[in-house]
């Protein structure tokens, strides 16, 4: 299965939708995080800035630039199988005792044993359980 890796250390939220919108609209990664990028004007500072423009208030504003269709989802959709691969982006929370320690993955598909496997910017896909899903979304 093809996947991503992240531009910059602190990228995973552009990057995400950058894959997210290449299956959307067909167009190469590499034209998708252009787009993404210029919509979101993304600094690449590398620092807090990122941090609070990296939201899934900023995730919708940039959709919308784009024209792009955007809704929420819940961990119950997910769980039963009802949000696209490919194009699921959530954030999840690395750290019970830091919130700040967050970081977007994209679905990548599901498994027939209710485990789902997730892009994780790094250029690997992680399989994770019902349960770690659930830990790493409510954290």
Not at 88 to 104: D, E, F, G, K, R
């Given at each position: 299965?093809?996947?991503?890796?992240?531009?910059?250390?602190?990228?995973?939220?552009?990057?995400?939708?950058?894959?997210?919108?290449?299956?959307?609209?067909?167009?190469s990664y590499?034209?998708?995080?252009?787009?993404?990028?210029?919509?979101?004007?993304?600094?690449?500072?590398?620092?807090?800035?990122?941090?609070?423009?990296?939201?899934?208030?900023?995730?919708?504003?940039?959709?919308?630039?784009?024209?792009?269709?955007?809704?929420l989802g819940?961990?119950?959709?997910?769980?039963?199988?009802?949000?696209?691969?490919?194009?699921?982006?959530?954030?999840?929370?690395?750290s019970a005792?830091?919130?700040?320690?967050?970081?977007?993955?994209?679905?990548?598909?599901?498994?027939?044993?209710?485990?789902?496997?997730?892009?994780?910017?790094?250029?690997?896909?992680?399989?994770?359980?019902?349960?770690?899903?659930?830990?790493?979304?409510?954290?």
């Amino acid at each position: 299965m093809n996947t991503y890796r992240q531009a910059e250390a602190k990228s995973c939220g552009p990057d995400a939708m950058a894959w997210a919108v290449a299956k959307l609209s067909g167009e190469s990664y590499p034209e998708a995080s252009a787009r993404v990028r210029r919509a979101w004007g993304w600094a690449g500072y590398g620092d807090v800035r990122d941090d609070l423009l990296d939201s899934p208030g900023q995730h919708e504003a940039v959709a919308r630039r784009l024209g792009i269709g955007f809704r929420l989802g819940t961990l119950g959709e997910l769980e039963r199988g009802q949000l696209p691969s490919q194009t699921t982006i959530m954030l999840v929370h690395l750290s019970a005792s830091n919130p700040a320690m967050q970081h977007w993955i994209v679905l990548a598909s599901y498994a027939s044993d209710g485990k789902t496997r997730w892009h994780w910017g790094d250029g690997t896909i992680h399989e994770l359980s019902r349960e770690a899903v659930r830990e790493l979304y409510s954290r």
